[in-house]
T-cell receptor
């Protein structure tokens, strides 16, 4: 059974700090990794995807993947109150994404 | 493209009634997914289709749930009879290849 684990939080960080969100997965054959952001009452929207080991940067966001440890993370630099949301980790084996339950992030001014 | 379109956005129904949720995927996407989201269980995959064919419905909780995709631009998720524990937000998502899944706005279902 494929499992994707995330700390539910909430993770509370001050404005301007780095927020670090973590995710582990059970299926070693997983090939694609995604981070979605979901605001309350809204649908999930993609922030980042990563396929290869290492880091991938996009603006204030950095995704990190370590397949040996079955671990993927998302760093948010210079966190803003508008980043307050639930962050969902998704892992795909083939074309079927399995989601974690999400980590709630609160960025306070 | 307008994205994945779901209807209705909100549905309130009485226990025992039939509920039908609708989804129009993004044109050209060959995978369609139905998810259910609750506080307790997060985002659960109920069923997915590839090229209109149901591939895996192992996530469908009970026989009361059924899904169809009669053509590439339309899918339905039906609950008959509905029960209060079916109350949740139901999302439809579509994708092509190994891209990300795009989600519709969801249907918030309340069964009283």
């Amino acid at each position: 059974q494929k499992e994707v684990e995330q700390n539910s939080g909430p993770l509370s960080v001050p404005e301007g700090a780095i927020a670090s969100l973590n995710c582990t997965y059970s299926d070693r054959g997983s090939q694609s990794f995604f981070w979605y952001r979901q605001y309350s009452g809204k649908s999930p929207e993609l922030i980042m995807f990563i396929y290869s080991n290492g880091d991938k940067e996009d603006g204030r966001f950095t995704a990190q993947l370590n397949k040996a440890s079955q671990y993927v993370s998302l760093l948010i630099r210079d966190s803003q109150p508008s980043d307050s949301a639930t962050y969902l980790c998704a892992v795909s084996l083939g074309y079927i994404p399995t989601f974690g339950r999400g980590t709630s992030l609160i960025v306070h001014p | 493209d307008a994205g994945v379109i779901q209807s209705p956005r909100h549905e309130v129904t009485e226990m025992g009634q039939e509920v039908t949720l609708r989804c129009k995927p993004i044109s050209g996407h060959d995978y369609l997914f139905w998810y259910r989201q609750t506080m307790m269980r997060g985002l659960e995959l109920l069923i997915y289709f590839n090229n209109n064919v149901p591939i895996d419905d192992s996530g469908m909780p009970e026989d009361r749930f059924s899904a169809k995709m009669p053509n590439a631009s339309f899918s339905t998720l039906k609950i008959q009879p509905s029960e209060p524990r079916d109350s949740a937000v139901y999302f439809c998502a579509s994708r092509t290849g190994d891209t990300e899944a795009f989600f519709g706005q969801g249907t918030r279902l309340t069964v009283v």
